[in-house]
């Protein structure tokens, strides 16, 4: 059974940074391309980075560039995205999420930043 298990979420000052981890079980997590996607309220669900099997960056919005970076530990079947120098504009739900014969998503992680 698939599981996807976000944390690291929390309330940051703007500016602040944070550390996101993604646990994956269930499936062979080095065998697929892993992505960061948030939702912010009132907002469609937006890709934010991706990230091969290999741990070489795919893509990253235009958004997040120079601030946000992805990586992973397939030791560890782990995805993490580093958030630094957050803005409020960066308000929203993570997820991580893959594409096997179905779309799968972890249940999210809630990041706020506000002074």
């Known amino acids: 059974q698939v599981q996807l298990v976000e944390s690291g979420g929390g309330l940051v000052q703007p500016g602040g940074s944070l550390r996101l981890s993604c646990a994956a079980s269930?499936?062979?997590?080095?065998?697929?391309?892993m992505n960061w996607y948030r939702q912010a309220p009132g907002k469609e669900r937006e890709l934010v980075a991706t990230?091969?099997?290999?741990?070489?960056?795919?893509m990253r919005a235009d958004s997040v560039k120079g601030r946000f970076s992805i990586s992973r530990d397939n030791a560890k079947n782990t995805v993490y995205l580093q958030m630094n120098n957050l803005k409020p504009e960066d308000t929203a739900v993570y997820y991580c999420?893959?594409?096997?014969?179905?779309?799968?998503w972890g249940q999210g992680t809630q990041v706020t930043v506000s002074s």
């Open positions: 269930g499936f062979t997590f080095s065998s697929y391309v």
């Open positions: 990230i091969s099997q290999r741990g070489v960056t795919i």
């Open positions: 999420g893959f594409r096997g014969t179905q779309n799968y």
